[in-house]
């Protein structure tokens, strides 16, 4: 009898495309109570979208409309700044790693 593998749930960045393991990438939630945050931990209840660890990533899903395709919103300018904050927070812990 042979081992069975134990599934790993892939998801993709909805910049990059890039697809990984679900606990590699970062995932985004849309909540009606909260607005759109950060979910660590991947449970959040509501609408999520997955971005990589890339900081141009993030860029680009502050910057262009693809995060509010995904999440089916209009982001505001509070939650713009956050996708920036973050995407600068991930730009300084790679350039530390260097």
Do not use: F
């Not at 593998?5 to 849309?30: W, Y």
């Not at 939650?79 to 260097?98: D, I, P, V, W, Y």
Request: glycine share 8%; with cysteine; charged share 30%.
């Amino acid at each position: 009898m042979t081992k069975r593998r134990k599934h790993s749930p892939q998801r993709t960045c909805i910049v990059c495309r890039k697809t990984a393991g679900k606990r590699t990438l970062i995932r985004l939630v849309r909540s009606a109570e909260q607005g759109v945050v950060v979910d660590p931990t991947g449970k959040l209840a509501g609408r999520g979208a997955y971005l990589c660890d890339n900081p141009t990533c993030w860029d680009d899903a502050a910057r262009t409309g693809v995060l509010e395709k995904a999440l089916r919103i209009s982001l505001t300018q509070a939650e713009r700044e956050m996708l920036n904050e973050h995407g600068a927070r991930l730009m300084s812990r790679t350039e530390s790693e260097e």
